[in-house]
Nanobody
């Protein structure tokens, strides 16, 4: 099994930046893909992007790729979501997730989830 713990959420003003971290522990070798999701009040969960634990590659969905960046620190088993130029529409609970699939492009088949961290962007 894999345990995931997110941190870094908070309240920021529009135009600001925030960096979220996800620390993985347990049998991390069984989950080569670590993804980020978000869920705003009254809306369905939305896929943000993911990073490969094996290769130095990451992906962010088209609507966010100009502002968000996902990176990894393999030695620390930590994945980071850097968010810049934040807008109120980015307000949501952000969660990290892991899966045994190596495909970090698609949003399906995530098996392990963190508890999430709240991000609030004010205007």
């Amino acid at each position: 099994q894999v345990q995931l713990v997110e941190s870094g959420g908070g309240v920021v003003q529009a135009g600001g930046s925030l960096r979220l971290s996800c620390v993985a522990s347990g049998r991390t070798s069984s989950t080569p893909t670590l993804g980020w999701f978000r869920q705003a009040p009254g809306k369905e969960r939305e896929f943000v992007g993911a990073v490969s634990w094996i290769v130095d590659s990451s992906y962010v969905v088209e609507s966010m790729k100009d502002r968000f960046t996902i990176s990894r620190d393999k030695a620390k088993t930590t994945v980071t979501l850097q968010m810049n130029s934040l807008i109120p529409e980015d307000t949501a609970v952000y969660s990290c997730a892991a899966k045994s699939s190596r495909n970090f492009i698609i949003s399906e088949d995530y098996e392990y989830w963190g508890q999430g961290t709240q991000v609030t962007v004010s205007s």
